[in-house]
Structures are given as structure tokens and as C-alpha cells.
């Protein structure tokens, strides 16, 4: 029921900055926290940053201090900013939603490659 659709997704070179999207098909209103996770070839998805209803933030050690995770209420969508980015950040990056009503969703994913 719930749609998580992602976007922004390139190729940039390291140093480089980027910005992915995950918009939504249902209002914030309903859902309570909003995270990005990623998946490098051969590895396991990891979390690399939430935001809850409340605007509570959380990111991997691996990121802290270059991606910043923020929302858009009016438009449903949330973001992930990646500045000073690396080569280990290439990965499939992944949109996920905990609704209150409708339980967990994942989006497609949009790929991001970091060339050295």
C-alpha cells in the first residue's frame, strides 16, 4: 500500500557531494521514522541514517559528519545529502518507511558509485 520511490542517484567522484530523494505515497502524518540503508556488492545492507517523526537523527559511524538526513513534510519525501564522499560509500541506497499503520516498506533503490 505504501510506495517509496527513490531518485538522484549517479555517478560522482570522490570529494564530490550528492543528494538522493525518497518520496512517499503516504503523509508523514502516518509514518513514524524514515531511514536510508545501502548495499555494496558482495556485502550486507547497512542503515546509514534515520529520521523520526520527532526529528531525531542517527548515522553510521562511517558517515557522521558528511550525510545529513532531512524531511519535507509538504511534499512526503526525505533526503539524504552526501558531502565529502568516498569511494566505500558506492552502494544500491535503499528508502525505508515505518508506518504506523501500514508497517515496514522498501523502496527500489537508486544506485550511487563513487569513482576514486
Known amino acids: 500500500q505504501v510506495q517509496l520511490v527513490e531518485s538522484g542517484g549517479g555517478l560522482v567522484q570522490a570529494g564530490g557531494s550528492l543528494r538522493i530523494s525518497c518520496a512517499s505515497s503516504e503523509s508523514f502524518f502516518s509514518i513514524y521514522a524514515m531511514s536510508w540503508y545501502r548495499q555494496a556488492p558482495g556485502k550486507e545492507r547497512e542503515l546509514v541514517a534515520s529520521?523520526?517523526?520527532?526529528?531525531?537523527?542517527n548515522y553510521a559511524d562511517s558517515v557522521k559528519g558528511r550525510f545529513t538526513i532531512s524531511r519535507d513534510n509538504a511534499k512526503n519525501t526525505v533526503y539524504l545529502q552526501m558531502n565529502s564522499v568516498k569511494p566505500e560509500d558506492t552502494g544500491v541506497y535503499y528508502c525505508?518507511?515505518?508506518?504506523?499503520?501500514?508497517?515496514?516498506?522498501w523502496g527500489q533503490g537508486t544506485q550511487v558509485t563513487v569513482s576514486s
Open positions: 529520521i523520526t517523526s520527532g526529528g531525531s537523527r
Open positions: 525505508h518507511a515505518a508506518s504506523v499503520n501500514e508497517g515496514y516498506y
